[in-house]
């Protein structure tokens, strides 16, 4: 019980460390030489990581309430899911500029895209890659079939935009179950063909998620932050600090290598209301980052 209630109590205070993150405190007026002193800009809660969302999470939303979430839980990087009511390739050139370009003037800036299949031969993989160069991003979020390598291969050189494999946990069809898997059916690959490390997934297949981001680094191009409710093949995704992973270790991981890349929160429980569970995870990372310091 002793165990149970010291757990508790560490959660308060890192959900109240990333809350207290979020606040901005009211001034009611500063003098123009105490303006002038102040620093030009607010520290950096996230320690240099570009930490955005993956737009999966709020895939059940248009995408002017995207948008609006994501600024409400004060995040400025996104990886764009291509669905239909954010940008998707169903949608023309100019419509995919146009969307992508509300993102920009919202105060957000896309990374990458996906997770976008690409079994189906040449034409679907160039399709994702015209889909990228409209959207503007520099990496694609695949989930390929083992035999398209050759084809990424072929793509990332033409089009010069990275592709990170996906990895879906033990039930993944493709090969991919882990991040050590995808590394090895790339290794004679162009090195833009990389990898997007997907911590629960890279978990349930067995495989410790911060020791293959340091291990895998050198094609780490996205990374999909959550946290799950449990191990085995079935996916349980949970509020971030609510379940099993040590995202901690994942973070420092991550700022050990000094990666930057997308760390995208895909929140991917209440996908009809997804953000305060995405608030709550934002806000448990945060806390844990000032421990981090």
């Known amino acids: 019980m002793t165990q149970i209630l010291g757990q508790l109590m560490l959660r ?3 959900l109240r460390a990333g809350a207290l993150a979020f606040a901005v405190p009211a001034v009611p007026s500063l003098s123009f030489s105490a303006q002038a002193s102040a620093p030009s800009e607010e520290a950096d809660p996230w320690l240099g990581l570009k930490v955005g969302v993956a737009t999966y999470t709020l895939r059940e939303f248009p995408i002017e309430e995207t948008i609006k979430a994501v600024q409400r839980v004060g995040l400025k990087y996104v990886s764009i899911k291509n669905v239909k009511n954010h940008i998707d390739l169903s949608h023309s050139s100019e419509e995919r500029k146009r969307r992508a370009q509300m993102f920009r003037d919202a105060g957000i800036t896309p990374l990458s895209v996906g997770n976008i299949p690409m079994k189906k031969g ?9 889909f990228a160069r409209d959207v503007g991003v ?9 035999d398209a390598i050759p084809i990424l ?11 990170a494999i996906h990895n879906h946990g ?8 882990s991040p050590f898997d995808a590394m090895r059916a790339i290794e004679g690959a162009d ?12 978990a349930r297949a067995g495989v410790d998620p911060a020791d293959s981001i340091i291990k895998c680094q050198d094609r ?7 946290d799950i409710s449990a191990l085995g093949d079935k996916n349980t995704p949970i509020e971030a600090g609510r379940g099993i992973l ?3 270790s994942i973070l420092a991981a991550l700022l050990k290598i000094k990666y930057q890349g997308l760390v995208g929160f895909e929140y991917e429980k209440d996908g009809k209301d997804p953000v305060p569970g995405l608030a709550e995870s934002v806000g448990y990372n945060k806390g844990l980052l000032v421990g981090l310091k």
């Open 138 to 146: 520099s990496t694609i979020v695949c989930a390929p079939s083992q």
């Open 246 to 248: 040590d995202s901690k």
């Open 170 to 177: 033990p039930e993944d069809k493709a090969g991919f179950p």
């Open 220 to 226: 780490l191009y996205d990374v999909h932050v959550k």
């Open 191 to 202: 090195k833009r063909v990389g990898l997007c490390i997907d911590v629960g997934h890279t």
């Open 122 to 130: 040449e034409e679907e993989i160039r399709a994702a890659f015209e």
């Open 153 to 163: 291969d072929k793509m990332v050189k033409e089009f010069d935009i990275k592709v």
């Open 12 to 14: 308060r205070q890192l």
